[in-house]
């Protein structure tokens, strides 16, 4: 092909792309109609949310006390528009520090300056403030405040923060280092949130006040009288202490002379008791002595009387018996007017002056 040719290709295949990029572009415009139509005639609740359908057109008219549950794709006839209202908690959060600005403004959590209350000495303190609150009744919000987040800005962040500079602002300054003063306010500013909201579909969970802050000259002065008391009680403790130490060793002073006392007391005691158990032994003794001393007197006068009486010649013969006892051999004389024959009985009786008992 020549020339000529070439060029009549070359023309075709642009008027070709061309074609394609024109096609190309309607679809695309009829795709994006679409998407707006959609969007138009639909909306998506999630799950974590309710919606209120409002009808301009269709009757019934109006806001429809109905509530839509979450989790499905709505189809809408013209007019209708569905507001959704979160149904999990919420947070509001007081706060112009650079954590509070950080925090992720959404469909949850709504962040606003700190505030500042004005306390009962004059002074000037700034406060952040957490609120957790979640949505009880979305057509009444709906009908009170309006649709998407008005709700905040009419009804919820004027009632708390009127509510906490009402309370807060009874404590003078230095309170708020106190956390039993600065938790009583907080809980009665809450109760006071609560009775407030009471009809307006909203319920306030909890009202926290995390950090305040004074002006930097007054701070300073705070910080110094705080150190003084420090230094005050701490003296304070310390005399406390000295006393209960003196007192301590007062009574130990007094414990160990009682102990010394009773010690003695105790000695004396034993050494009486001691005394009193040897006098008494030997009281014993004696008595014990005296018995055995009347009875062995009174055995000698018996046995004296014994041989006194009669037979006692027979028991002085015995006894002479009893002396010869034993003796192999005696040699006595046996001849003349003193012999002595043992083998004459009635000699050996009258040498021993042995009477015969006469019956």
Do not use: C, W
């Amino acid at each position: 092909m020549g020339r000529n040719g070439s060029m009549t290709t070359t023309e075709a295949l642009a008027a070709r792309v061309r074609g394609l990029v024109a096609r190309l572009a309607v679809l695309a415009g009829a795709g994006v109609g679409v998407l707006i139509l959609f969007s138009m005639v639909t909306t998506y609740v999630a799950p974590n949310e309710v919606g209120i359908l409002e009808s301009r057109l269709v009757p019934p008219r109006g806001i429809r006390p109905e509530l839509i549950p979450g989790g499905r794709l709505r189809f809408l006839l013209p007019g209708q528009t569905i507001h959704r209202f979160p149904t999990d908690l919420q947070l509001l959060e007081l706060n112009s520090s650079a954590e509070g600005q950080s925090l992720r403004q959404g469909r949850r959590v709504r962040v606003e300056p700190s505030m500042e209350v004005n306390t009962s000495d004059g002074s000037r303190v700034a406060v952040d403030v957490t609120v957790l609150y979640r949505i009880e009744n979305a057509f009444t919000i709906m009908q009170q405040a309006g649709p998407d987040r008005l709700f905040e800005n009419n009804t919820l962040i004027p009632k708390v923060i009127s509510a906490l500079k009402k309370n807060l602002g009874e404590m003078v300054a230095e309170d708020f280092y106190d956390v039993h003063k600065r938790v009583a306010r907080q809980t009665a500013a809450q109760s006071q949130i609560a009775a407030e909201l009471v009809g307006r579909g909203l319920v306030v969970e909890h009202v926290l006040v995390r950090q305040y802050y004074y002006n930097q000259e007054y701070q300073q002065q705070i910080e110094e009288k705080k150190i003084q008391d420090q230094l005050k009680f701490t003296r304070q403790s310390e005399g406390e202490a000295a006393k209960e130490l003196a007192k301590k060793q007062e009574i130990e002073a007094r414990g160990k002379a009682n102990v010394a006392i009773e010690t003695e007391r105790g000695g004396a005691e034993v050494t009486k008791i001691q005394a009193e158990a040897d006098a008494y032994r030997r009281k014993r003794q004696a008595e014990a002595d005296l018995v055995v001393k009347l009875a062995s007197a009174q055995g000698t006068e018996l046995e004296n009387a014994a041989y006194q009486g009669g037979g006692s010649e027979n028991m002085v013969g015995l006894e002479m018996a009893q002396v010869l006892k034993g003796l192999d051999v005696v040699v006595v004389p046996s001849g003349g007017k003193g012999g002595f024959n043992p083998l004459d009985l009635e000699q050996s009786l009258d040498l021993f002056d042995v009477q015969e008992v006469k019956p």
